[in-house]
């Protein structure tokens, strides 16, 4: 069995530490080698699953793919006041996403006021409100 076939095993019986270690040994961000990117990805989404946020939001400081994939795993959980302290902290994809998750529960006034709040000379959260928040 090669190293893919043990992580997709430790996977499906949600052995966290060894489908981590298998893939983080094979796995580069930003590689020339589209696998090795591939596998970075696949790390961060096992981070992410094996809810090790705080190693995801460590990694997310100098990693975009983990800042991304953290901040989807705090929407996950519904971790809104998370992401709101990210978007606060100067983490526009925070507020990206705090904003489409408030639009997509049909609360328009309060994605405008975040917006405002955080990001009010942010156009494309502006237009994230303007086209997803329509009734």
């Known amino acids: 069995m090669d190293w893919v076939e043990q992580t997709r095993a430790a996977e499906r019986l949600q052995q966290w530490d060894m489908a981590i270690a298998l893939v983080s040994a094979h796995a580069e961000c930003f590689s020339d080698d589209p696998d090795m990117h591939g596998n970075h990805l696949w790390h961060m989404d096992l981070l992410a699953r094996a809810e090790r946020i705080p190693e995801l939001t460590e990694r997310a400081l ?11 795993s ?21 507020l990206y996403v705090l904003v489409r998750l408030m639009c997509e529960t049909g609360r328009v006034q309060e994605a405008q006021t975040v917006v405002q709040d955080i990001g009010p000379d942010d156009q494309y959260a502006h237009q994230i409100v303007a086209r997803g928040c329509r009734p």
């Open 62 to 72: 100098t990693d975009n793919h983990a800042r991304r994939r953290l901040n989807r």
């Open 74 to 94: 705090l929407r996950e959980r519904g971790m809104e006041a998370a992401l709101r302290d990210r978007a606060e902290d100067g983490d526009r994809d925070a």
